[in-house]
């Protein structure tokens, strides 16, 4: 599986921005995928998690203001990010985790990744 995100930009606080990652692959469907971030001179976070159903969890530090959504039919999922605050300033990340199970919040977890895409919240 190959993904690729791209969606992330320069916002004000308050503002909102939607990152999406295409994924390669036929078995993207049955993959769990995953956002994570990373802010300077910090360690890589979970912020959500969803399942081929699209059940879906998330970190308390966006939960009601972040939505992950994915489309199998068109092999992409999106991080819906709205009310932005400048700690939300960071690169993200897209995993999939292709075990069966629950939505792990470990990125050692995940398979594979993304490059990455720039979210800069300015205050």
């Known amino acids: 599986v190959q993904l690729q995100a791209s969606g992330g930009g320069l916002v004000q606080t308050g503002g909102s921005l939607r990152l999406s990652c295409a994924a390669s692959?036929?078995?993207?469907?049955?993959?769990?995928m995953g956002w994570f971030r990373q802010a300077p001179g910090k360690e890589r976070e979970f912020v959500a998690g969803i399942r081929w159903i699209g059940y879906s969890t998330y970190s308390d530090s966006v939960k009601g203001r972040f939505t992950i959504s994915r489309d199998n039919a068109k092999k992409t999922v999106y991080l819906q990010m709205n009310s932005l605050k400048p700690e939300d300033t960071a690169v993200y990340y897209c995993a999939a985790d292709d075990r069966p199970g629950t939505i792990s919040t470990y990125s050692r977890e995940y398979n594979y990744w993304g490059q990455g895409t720039q979210v800069t919240v300015s205050s």
């Open positions: 692959g036929s078995s993207f469907s049955r993959h769990i």
